[in-house]
């Protein structure tokens, strides 16, 4: 408390307030968001600079540009004016920043300066641009991946020198064996005669890309021959290839244990010194305690939407002995207890509970609600979306298919109508109901995209196929619901005579099962023993299917925050290798959509008659466009027919520019996809296996004690948990009187950022006591701590 008191001292009020508006400013949504329209707007200036897709002038791009080096200075002196001067320049991320600029700079002066000089200039700046997407304050995510394949490097070069001796050794052996038989190519080219062709194509087979062509020469000569072939793809392809996946996933996960751990220790740390500066001592000698006032004060500040009954429901968890203050390691947890998922439901009556109670609370107004929330209800739909398939796989000439279309978008609007008649409007439409809304929106686009393509057509004056092309996505897009209805299906396998179901589960329970069937199934009905084999099917398929479905499922949403991060990855690394291939490869490879014009058949470049590339048409794969570049870089990261692609450039250039194909395929595929898959397997291993954490038990734990849980027989309807459907509403108000005003439940996706799942997914290597104290010296002195300031960790 001393050096606080001597920092208030040395800092007037009115600095330290300046300093904090500063900081809220920073950290203020609307000026994320603009720095990352800045940035798209940056990156975007590829599809308007030579060569460009739609050409601007050089002027026009160059002050676009110039504005947005001048949003991205302003955004960094104002992240200066936050955090102390020692920590800014020392942050590696800032300097990057700063180096990316004044580069920037220095190359558009040079660029411009050359072009008005009518000189030939290259812009080596623009493979700079996305790395300030990695290096900006919220690109953490994308940083940290980066550093997933620094780390992941070292290893990974000491298997790939393994492998390329292994290519070497082959390639020497394939020379020997086979360079003097007088072998030919199928386009008369000699065979395994040149020992650098013999390596290139010998790597390109470990990606099967031109398997089995490179072998057929050998293994039209001999049967012989081909053992040597497999050998190679069973030692590289299978062996190092699975070794580099496996290299990769344990030092991917090792470092990335070690960030984690980093992390947590950090955020405790944090903690531990917020817990300082609020800490009261109640009684002499006894353990200093947070008050829940000072407690709701920092919730206030750190979660302004969380509601007053939220806030009370994580203080229950927190004060579970109701002592009206919490500890240390209570107080510590806060963070991660804000970071877990719970959803607040709301039982509102329905608008015409209100509008017209008689109505609505009228037996036919019942019988309705019954059989819109009846199981066979959502079976018939499921029924309706199934033949909905069949029509759609059907010819659309046929008049009747097509008018088939009304009916369906007809009961899918009923089915819609319904609902929202049953369950309260706004609980229906809300913002985890994601099934609702898919089904809303695509009904309600369909239907007016059916309706405007019956209208163009009736009139006859416009060919309206692209109006249909958009109702035939549509109508597929339906279909997906199916995914939620999968569990159903197996749920309703259960028998539903609930007195078949209980005697012979309780036969079973006091009786061996082979005793019981021999002593007792030849007295049963004999409908019955088809319900029984019916019944023990169905049991096994709602106990081991479902759970393992789910599990599928749910991996899939848990990584969607991580498929971003790579996604934004990949944008980098094809951004940089976009740029790079077209100032070497622009114009070297051209287009033509006039199949007539003679220049067609050879890509405008007489370099390529005759070659694979031109005879399989491959000419619009060019890097004459920051479009075509990114889809060309796509082909080669599938590396189906990628040694094509790459020798139609090294045709028309040097075999030297075999190079920057080599090194695109080992960065991407093997490297970086790698990483990828390593992530996955680590989420699915930790959702298949890992329980729910000790926080996630006590705060269900506590809403079932104050009976604000949902029903888990309702939340059972549901197939994808992350997706709360309309079956997990409160907002029927046929029922609203029977339940609380409010009602609580953990959501499935349960993280609300990717950090809170790496935590997790190495939360049983972390010590809960660990607070990171000594780092810092001054933890050590009756536990007194600076003010926290804003940090880039």
Known sequence: MRNQEKEEQLQPEGILTRVKRLYLLYNHWVLQVLLFFFILVDLSLAIFEEPAVVPLPLWVTMLVELLCLL??????????????????????????????????????????????????????????????????????????????????????????????????????????????????????????????????????????????????????????????????????TYIFMSVFLAVVYNNYKKYLKEEVRQLVRTKRHKMVRAFAVLQEQRQEGAEPVVSQANWNQVVRLVHPDISNAHRELLWSVSDHKNQGCIGRVAFVQLADLLNIEVITLKSRPHPFHSLCPALYLSAPSHLICWLVQHRAFVIVYDLIILVNAVFIGLDEENPMIANSE?????????????????????????????????????????????????????????????????????????????????????????????????????????????FWIRTHLCRVPFIHVFEFIFLISSLTMKTVFPVRFRTIINTLIRIGPAILTFGQLIIVVYYIFAMVGMELFKGKVKYYEDTSDPASEYCGNPLLKGTPFAHLNYCKNNFNSVVSSFILLVELTVVNQWHVLSSGFTTVTHVSARIFFIFFHIMVVIVIINIFVAFVLEAFFVEYSVEKSDLQTSLEKKIKELELAVAEERLEDNLVNAMETCDNDLGTGQSANTKPTLMFKIASRRYRTVDALLQRMFEADLDPEDFAETDDPEAQNNRNFANPTFSSV
């Open 71 to 236: 949003a991205f200075t302003v955004r960094l002196v104002h992240y200066a004016k936050v955090i102390p001067r020692d920590k800014f320049w020392k942050d590696p991320k800032n300097i990057c920043i700063i180096a990316i600029l004044m580069l920037t700079l220095v190359d558009i002066i040079i660029y411009g300066a050359l072009k008005a000089a009518s000189c030939y200039g290259v812009r080596w700046s623009r493979v700079l641009r996305p790395l300030l997407l990695v290096n900006v304050t919220e690109g953490r995510q994308l940083r940290r991946a980066f550093r997933s394949i620094r780390n992941a490097l070292p290893q990974i070069f000491y298997v790939f020198l393994l492998f390329m001796f292994s290519v070497l050794i082959f390639s020497l052996m394939a020379l020997k064996l086979l360079g003097k038989r007088g072998l030919k190519t199928t386009d008369g080219a000699p065979y395994f005669t040149n020992y650098m062709e013999i390596v290139f194509d010998l790597y390109v087979l470990v990606t099967t890309a031109n398997s089995p062509d490179v072998m057929m020469p050998a293994y039209n000569a001999s049967y012989f021959y081909a053992i040597f072939f497999i050998l190679y793809i069973l030692i590289n």
């Open 406 to 514: 009304w009916g369906f978008l007809s009961l899918y609007l009923l089915e819609i109508l319904l609902k929202l008649y049953v369950f309260e409007p706004r609980a229906f439409f809300s913002r985890h109901n994601f099934w609702n809304w898919f089904d809303t929106i695509i009904v309600v686009s369909a239907l007016i995209a059916t309706i405007i393509n019956s209208a163009i057509k009736s009139s006859g004056g416009y060919s309206s196929r692209q109006i249909l092309d958009i109702v035939f996505i549509l109508r597929v897009l339906r279909l997906i619901r199916v995914v939620d209805s999968i569990k159903r299906f197996v749920e309703m396998s259960i028998v539903s005579k609930s007195e078949c179901v209980t005697c012979y589960l309780f036969l079973l329970k006091k009786q061996d099962i082979f």
